[in-house]
């Protein structure tokens, strides 16, 4: 009876395992991974696999009374563009460091955030390059540019994000 009970736990945890690597896959060994699949799962509006992405700090720091608010914020900050790159990763000890910078032409802009272009392009004429209160970024081109930088922390299961900040554009390139 015991070993049939040992035998059950057991195959419980591999399951469990096996669910947790399907969900977030094997640790990330590089910040490069890290970065690449924390950006991904945003711009996928998967939170879930954001979260998971986060060092224990910041999930707890984010909390689940500021789970809506943070997905939200990350939604509105990063899923409504359409191309990014992840560059400039500098490493020093257990942190790192990664430069995001994503990029939306701004008649796509509009069309996703049911915004007509015209208006859009004129409100950010007035505005000026830095029209941050009209579209999240700079805008050159008639491209919206937006730059994030990535504090990436080694732990005991591979690199996690540790903070996530939202930097000039013309800083990041």
């Known amino acids: ?21 399907a969900r977030t896959g094997p640790a990330p060994a590089t910040p490069e991974q ?4 924390f950006v991904q799962a945003l711009q ?6 954001a979260e998971a992405l986060l060092t224990s700090h910041d999930r707890y720091r984010v909390g689940r009374d500021r789970y809506d608010e ?11 563009f ?19 910078r994503m990029t939306i032409p701004v008649e796509e802009y ?3 955030t049911s915004r007509d272009p015209v208006a859009l392009r004129r409100e950010v004429a007035q505005a000026g390059r830095q ?3 009209v579209v999240p970024g700079v805008v050159r081109d ?12 080694r732990g005991t299961r591979g690199w996690k994000v540790r903070n996530f900040e939202e930097v000039d554009p013309g800083e990041a390139f």
Not at 34 to 37: C, I, P, T
Not at 70 to 80: I, L, N
């Open 44 to 49: 996928r509006g998967d939170w879930g696999q």
């Open 142 to 153: 008639d491209v919206i540019i937006h730059a994030e930088r990535l504090t990436l922390v």
């Open 131 to 133: 029209a941050s209160h």
């Open 82 to 100: 359409t191309a990014y790159r992840i560059h400039d990763v500098q490493v020093k000890g257990d942190t790192a460091y990664a430069r995001v």
């Open 70 to 80: 943070a997905a939200r914020m990350f939604r509105d900050r990063v899923t409504v």
């Open 1 to 21: 009876m015991r070993l049939v009970l040992g035998v059950g736990v057991l195959v419980v945890g591999v399951a469990v395992v096996a669910v947790l690597l």
């Open 34 to 37: 890290a970065a690449e699949r």
């Open 110 to 112: 509009a069309r996703r």
